[in-house]
């Protein structure tokens, strides 16, 4: 069976923007035999070095889709254009946007999901507000069930 990256985007001194990093950790201590976990920080690139690494990828990143605060959504890199506000800027040197773009224009082949979580507050500082925390299990439930999904 191949290995999942499991990768978490963000930075944790912008609050909620450090969801996907939560995320890792949480999951780094856990079993889950079969998963590969990368904290990605703000440093797309180096996620996209990791995609041809790779056939199946979940991506977990704070994402501004114009919902309320704490939506979670599962999203395809087609979907995903369609629904993160184009007006949105990353925190991210090189942002989740960047990344799928970039992709799509080397003609990567992985399989791609993306789990977002609308923030409720990026401002500086560290820890996750309540409404994004309160959404923690059932972002690692969707983790789980998309993984061992098999048709991911």
Same mark, same amino acid.
């Given at each position: ?23 890792? %950790?949480?999951? =780094?201590? +856990?079993?889950n ?7 990605v920080g ?12 790779? %056939? ?16 979670? /959504?599962?999203?395809?890199?087609? +979907? ?23 992709s +799509? ?12 979580? =609308?923030? +409720? ?13 309160? =959404? ?8 789980? /069930? ?7």
């Amino acid at each position: 069976m191949d290995k999942i990256l499991i990768a978490g985007i963000g930075n944790p001194y912008r609050r909620d923007d450090g969801i996907g990093i939560e995320i890792i %950790k949480i999951l =780094q201590k +856990e079993n889950n035999p079969g998963l590969v976990f990368f904290d990605v920080g703000t440093d797309g690139l180096s996620l996209f070095d990791q995609l041809a690494l790779y %056939k199946r990828v979940i991506i977990i990143d704070a994402v501004f889709m114009g919902e309320r605060p704490g939506v979670v /959504r599962l999203f395809t890199p087609a +979907e995903a254009r369609l629904k993160i506000k184009s007006d949105a800027l990353s925190t991210h040197g090189f942002g989740l946007a960047e990344v799928l773009k970039l992709s +799509e224009e080397f003609a990567v082949k992985t399989e791609i999901k993306i789990i977002g979580i =609308q923030p +409720e507050d990026i401002s500086f500082g560290e820890g996750l507000s309540k409404v994004v925390e309160c =959404q923690i299990s059932k972002i690692l439930d969707l983790v789980k /069930r998309v993984s061992s999904s098999g048709a991911f």
